[in-house]
């Protein structure tokens, strides 16, 4: 059985979640308190050095770090990944978009105001990052201005991997309500069957 290794409020691991469960693939789930440093620990370093979650353990035990890799992983050979190569192409565009466009400028923002104290020189970056948050979540407008889904009109791995931070964006200060098509696309991902919310832990695991 596969283990995922995860911090609940995480919304990198959310996506794996989310995706297991839509899947209906059984795993082992193992909380880690990242606030707390337990990512950081020897034996946690051994399988991945870069000390960060989530994390995904095979049967064999070979690990795999890294949110999108993982769901690229799962979701390999599966109707969440198209298998027309440009449509396969577009699915890994949007996933980077969401790495290095819109996580660091809508997810930043959430931990900080979550999990942070209000005295915490991090704080001074909100301002900036919103605005860049905001042009991410304007692009993610117009994209979705005649589509239902990002690529290809059908729901994937492209929608889990820019849904789990968009969808709690308000928490770290983001209003989404000049943003009509994408709070409609919102509403689709979280109508699709199997669905599973950020913070419900994983039952019987």
């Known amino acids: 059985m596969i283990t995922l290794y995860d911090y609940l409020d995480s919304g990198n691991g959310y996506k794996v979640r989310l995706l297991l469960a839509q899947l209906g693939t059984p795993y082992r789930y193992i909380e880690l308190d990242i606030l707390t440093g337990e990512s950081r620990t020897p034996q946690f370093l051994a399988r ?119 969808h709690v964006a308000a928490d770290g200060g983001h209003d989404l309500a000049p943003y009509p098509k994408l709070r409609a696309w919102l509403q689709r991902v979280a109508a699709q069957p199997q669905h599973v919310l950020l913070l419900e832990r994983p039952s019987g695991r």
Request: include cysteine; aromatic fraction near 12%; charge should be negative.
């Open 48 to 166: 991945n050095p870069n000390g960060r979650i989530p994390l995904l353990e095979l049967a064999d035990g070979r690990c795999l770090p890294e949110s999108d890799a993982i769901l690229w992983y799962l979701a390999e050979g599966t109707r969440f990944v198209p298998s027309e190569r440009f449509e396969r192409a577009q699915v890994l565009q949007w996933m980077f978009f969401e790495q290095y466009s819109h996580e660091p400028c809508v997810a930043t923002p959430r931990f900080i105001m979550r999990h942070l104290p209000a005295d915490s020189p991090r704080r001074t970056d909100l301002p900036q990052l919103l605005v860049r948050g905001r042009e991410a979540l304007g692009v993610m407008e117009k994209h979705l201005d005649r589509r239902e889904f990002f690529v290809g009109e059908r729901y994937g791995i492209a929608d889990i991997a820019l849904y789990a931070y968009t």
